[in-house]
């Protein structure tokens, strides 16, 4: 499994110890620390502020508990998180899903535990983003899509054409100007509202 790309992180707890212990074990990991968090609202303020490659956070923590910061980190921009945790439950587990979460820990956290954590959510992360770049590319195709259908349509209309000549007409324009079929027809749909 291929790492998180970067390697800066931020971490969020509460207590001191625990945040040191964290701290430490990331280091001897080869991660960088940039920022740790003493509740909720400074993570989000100091995620938005580094835009580090990971976070870690407890999820009980004063003034926004981990779950609803993560939720909100995530909507800042799309980060690997791992949350903490002092007990297993199940509605803890699906909140995390839900805002974000991409592992979950329970305390007390050791290296030997962090590192496949680390890998997990990085491995989700991953997939994840090229999940994500699939469904961007999937809409970009069907409003491509659309646009070429409506200007075949104008074209059967206009020039009395089946379905498939007036889209080899396209084709064959967008052949001969060199140019792609989204550009022919976004031309024809100008030119038929100029009509």
């Given amino acids: 499994m291929s790492e998180i790309n970067g390697r800066t992180v931020l971490i969020a707890e509460d207590h001191a110890k625990t945040r040191k212990c964290l701290e430490e074990s990331l280091v001897s990991l080869g ?11 400074d993570a989000v303020k100091l995620a938005e502020e580094h835009r580090p490659s990971l976070v870690i ?11 609803e910061a993560a939720g909100e980190i995530s909507a800042l921009y799309t980060v690997p998180i791992i949350l903490v945790t ?8 699906n909140k995390a899903v839900e805002a974000g ?51 075949k349509g104008i074209v059967m209309k206009r020039c009395n054409l ?3 000549e007036a889209f080899k ?15 022919i027809a976004e031309s024809v749909i100008s030119a038929s509202k100029l009509m």
Avoid: C, W
């Fill in 169 to 183: 007409l396209l084709q064959s324009h967008s052949q001969k100007e060199n140019k792609k079929m989204i550009e």
């Fill in 31 to 41: 991660y960088d620390v940039v920022a740790a968090a003493k509740n909720g609202e």
């Fill in 57 to 67: 956070m407890d999820v009980k923590m004063p003034k926004k508990d981990g779950i």
């Fill in 101 to 151: 979460v991409f592992a979950y820990l329970v305390k007390p956290v050791t290296k030997k535990q962090l590192e496949p954590a680390i890998r997990i959510a990085s491995a989700r992360f991953e997939q994840f983003e090229g999940l994500r770049g699939e469904v961007s590319d999937l809409k970009e195709a069907i409003e491509v899509r659309k646009v070429i259908e409506k200007a």
């Fill in 86 to 93: 002092g007990v297993t439950d199940e509605e803890v587990a």
């Fill in 162 to 164: 089946s379905e498939e």
